[in-house]
């Protein structure tokens, strides 16, 4: 069992407003990431960190912005949540193998 | 660089059936292969990995793939599919040198039916 965690793993919130989805793990894993899936839809990765203080964008443009300030932990946040943003965003761990978390399902009015 | 296919986007198949999921790679560099399966509303579960070793790779839920290098494809299968079967199923490639991103194929659907 990944030891990986999301929260929230719901969210429904106004256009405007500035979000932080929280990833932490406790396996030790230098490499985390963040993916975008819209339902029933291919991952997009769309940051990555090898290490702390150390962010990579991904493959697919966003208007998200993460951290890694310590080992365990990978905010990403959304400074102006929009309609657009609506999606569900998985937060992964790498050490040997890939484990995710189980999502922060996002929806924007 | 590396990219993954799979080619089914949906397969329907009855319980107790066996089913098999394609999955097909490219790679200028020898690679690592996963298989993830995803449940509604949750993250993704890894179904079973190639990292080395032998070809065939058996993983939970009674699920397995062979590695096949020369057809540069990584295909899963189980000999009896049960209901709760039925969900998302990802595969996946990481290069075994260069940058640690991994990169997922569109994914298959699997209903399984009663």
């Known amino acids: 069992e990944a030891d990986i965690y999301q929260t929230p793993r719901y969210l429904v919130i106004g256009t405007g407003k500035k979000i932080t989805l929280e990833c932490s793990q406790t396996m030790g894993h230098d490499k985390m990431y963040w993916y975008q899936q819209d339902p029933g839809m291919e991952l997009h990765l769309i940051h990555y960190?090898?290490?702390?203080?150390?962010?990579e964008k991904g493959d697919l443009s966003s208007e998200s912005t993460v951290s890694r300030i310590r080992t365990e932990h990978f905010p990403l946040t959304l400074e102006s949540a929009r309609p657009s943003h609506t999606s569900q965003y998985l937060c992964?761990?790498?050490?040997?193998?890939?484990?995710f978390g189980p999502g922060t399902r996002l929806l924007v009015l | 660089a590396q990219s993954v296919t799979q080619l089914d986007s949906q397969v329907p198949v009855f319980e107790e059936a066996p089913v098999e999921l394609r999955c097909n790679y490219s790679s200028s560099v020898s690679v690592y292969l996963f298989w993830y399966v995803q449940y509604p509303n949750q993250g993704l579960q890894l179904l079973l990995k190639?990292?080395?070793?032998?070809?065939l790779v058996k993983g939970i839920n009674g699920f397995e793939a062979e590695f096949n290098k020369s057809q540069t494809s990584f295909h899963l299968r189980k000999p009896s599919v049960h209901i709760s079967d039925t969900a998302e199923y990802f595969c996946a490639v990481r290069g075994i040198t260069g940058t640690y991103k991994y990169i997922f194929g569109t994914g298959t659907r699997l209903k399984v039916l009663a």
């Open positions: 992964a761990s790498t050490g040997e193998t890939q484990y």
């Open positions: 190639y990292l080395s070793g032998s070809t």
């Open positions: 960190s090898y290490g702390v203080n150390s962010t």
